[in-house]
């Protein structure tokens, strides 16, 4: 059962003041996609995970929550 919750948050097609990138990789053992907005984060997937998971660029631009 699902409750909504209210709007997670707005996506964006380009970086500005104020927002961050979130980073998409593909994990291609079980076929889904990953999606963070830390940057380290994303680096050690990519550089230690590679047998998992191709790192597919930025998918989009986020304004971080509070």
Same mark, same amino acid.
């Given at each position: 059962?699902? #409750?909504?919750?209210?709007?997670?948050? @707005?996506?964006?097609? *380009?970086?500005?003041?104020?927002? &961050? *990138?979130?980073?998409?990789?593909? =994990?291609?053992? =079980?076929? &889904?996609?990953?999606?963070? /907005?830390?940057?380290?984060?994303?680096?050690?997937?990519?550089?230690?995970?590679? /047998?998992?998971? #191709?790192?597919?660029? &930025?998918? @989009?631009?986020?304004?971080? *929550?509070?």
């Amino acid at each position: 059962t699902y #409750r909504y919750e209210g709007v997670a948050y @707005y996506a964006y097609t *380009s970086l500005q003041s104020g927002r &961050v *990138s979130v980073h998409r990789l593909y =994990n291609f053992q =079980n076929g &889904v996609h990953f999606y963070t /907005s830390n940057q380290a984060e994303a680096t050690y997937i990519n550089n230690n995970l590679f /047998s998992t998971y #191709r790192y597919e660029g &930025v998918a @989009y631009y986020a304004i971080p *929550s509070p």
